[in-house]
């Protein structure tokens, strides 16, 4: 069984399964049923010809006017063996017969059995009924039997064989059809019954996010998964609780430190040395920057700007022009309006730390929006030193600075890529990085299409 062609829901494969036991049953019935008629038809074929073979050999022994009617009988005495060697041989029937005759004290010699044509004006035709006799016309054979009594002929005498086994097969199906409709019916409609609150259950983890305000999950069939369903609301409470009180916890410890760096701020302009004075204050800028990093990252998932239509083309290069009235050597192709449902705020941010990472670390960025077949992506290439292959993934972990490339006189302590990656993830896309043909770095923002609603404005 492939994956390919096997159910994937629980209703179907429960199905499956029970209809794999229904026709296996139903084969081994089938077989049997097969078997035992097949018995019973040689029964049938061997037990009156052994009786009329009996009554012939007897007959054969007394006076003479006893064998002239042996001879009207429908045993006769042949001096040879009269059937074709062309005809078909049914051997069952003759080991059958040596071994009931033997039972009965006879010492036949050969046995020989054929099929012949039957005849349709076979007199014992006429003495059976019509739909029967038609039936073996049309579907039986002339079975001919040849007992070899040694020195004197052979005793011949025929029978109809009816091997079509249609009949049969035909009921067993049509038996089989019912039992699937009886049976199979039943248990997927209990399969959906046992299914729906699992799917139920499947949606609300798939929807579960901190902060959605989702109603419970109505606890509904059987008692284990009316279980499953209490522990799972069980835990999203736990869950949203958790995160509530964490997002209390950032929120204090963001004014308990802001509030130390900004007396420092004040204190550092009585500073009378200004490279030192200068010094400080960027010092100060730096943890600023630094603890918003940690706090926005910490709190991914749990955003307080709500998705709205945005233009992300004029988003993206409203960030762009920042960078170029600082001075920066950032270039962007200007493309068709593109609208999209996201964060705003937290894109410009995704965006703007990748722009930054190309400006410091490549000298400049080179800004491209592109519709791609899955949605929309932006891309951020640089002519900097680039990224090992082997660290293209590590660089998305928070703290992480490739020391090549990265030291403490650019900055950062290394959570601009995994805060990018987090706000982008959270929108539904990714982010991927590869190094560029001559040198260079590129990062792509890949945003999905349709889930955000990406139309050409």
């Given amino acids: 069984m492939t994956r390919r062609w096997r159910p994937r829901t629980l209703a179907g494969q429960i199905a499956l399964l029970v209809a794999i036991g229904l026709f296996v049953a139903q084969a081994i019935n089938f077989g049997l049923l097969l078997r035992e008629r097949r ?44 059937i074709p060697v062309t005809a078909p041989r049914l051997t069952e029937v003759e080991d059958a017969l040596r071994s009931t005759l033997a039972e009965t004290g006879m010492r036949p010699g050969r046995i020989v059995t054929g099929l012949l044509p ?31 009594q040694p020195g004197r002929g052979w005793w011949v005498l025929s029978t109809f064989w009816l091997s079509d086994d249609r009949d049969l097969v035909w009921r067993l199906v049509g038996e089989t059809a019912v039992l ?38 109505p606890e509904s069939g059987p008692g284990d998964v009316r279980q499953l369903i209490a522990a799972f609301n069980a835990l999203r409470l736990r869950v949203t609780a958790m995160l509530e009180e ?19 701020r004040v204190r550092i302009e009585s500073v009378e040395d200004e490279g030192d004075r200068t010094r400080m204050a960027a010092t100060i800028e730096e943890m600023n920057r630094t603890l918003d990093d940690i706090l926005s990252l910490a709190r991914m998932g749990r ?28 270039a962007f192709e200007e493309v068709e309006r593109l609208r999209m449902r996201l964060r705003p705020a937290l894109m410009r941010r995704a965006v703007r730390n990748l722009i930054e990472n190309a400006v410091k670390y490549g000298g400049g960025a080179e800004v491209r929006l592109a519709v791609a077949p899955h949605g929309v992506d932006i891309e951020v290439a640089d002519r900097g030193p680039g990224i090992p292959e082997e660290r293209l993934e590590d660089v998305f972990d928070p703290f992480t600075r490739l020391e090549s490339s990265r030291n403490r006189d650019t900055g950062g302590i290394g959570l601009g890529l995994a805060l990018a990656r987090s706000i982008v993830r959270e929108a539904g896309g990714d982010i991927r990085l590869r ?3 001559g040198g260079g770095l590129c990062a792509v923002i ?12």
């Fill in 303 to 330: 955003p307080s700007e709500a998705p709205t239509e945005v233009d992300l083309a004029a988003l993206v290069d409203a960030v762009v022009e920042d960078f170029r009235d600082l001075g920066q050597d950032v």
């Fill in 246 to 264: 964490k997002d209390r916890m950032l929120g204090a410890i963001g004014h308990d430190l802001r509030t130390p760096l900004a007396a420092l």
């Fill in 435 to 437: 190094n560029r043909a």
């Fill in 446 to 457: 890949a945003l999905p299409r349709g889930a955000r609603s990406i139309a050409p404005v």
């Fill in 118 to 148: 039957i005849d349709p004006a076979d007199p014992l035709l006429r003495r059976m009924p019509p739909k029967r006799a038609e039936r073996i016309v049309a579907r039986g054979a002339e079975l001919r039997i040849a007992v070899e």
């Fill in 39 to 82: 018995n019973f038809r040689l029964e049938q074929t061997t037990g009156p010809v052994v009786a009329r073979l009996i009554d012939a050999s007897e007959r054969a022994a007394r006076p003479r006017p006893d064998r002239e009617r042996e001879q009207r009988g429908r045993v006769r005495r042949y001096p040879a063996n009269p």
């Fill in 180 to 217: 699937y409709l009886l049976v199979l019916v039943p248990v997927l409609l209990a399969g959906r019954r046992l299914s729906r609150p699992l799917r139920d259950l499947t949606r609300a983890a798939e929807r579960f996010g901190p902060g959605d305000g989702a109603e419970e999950v």
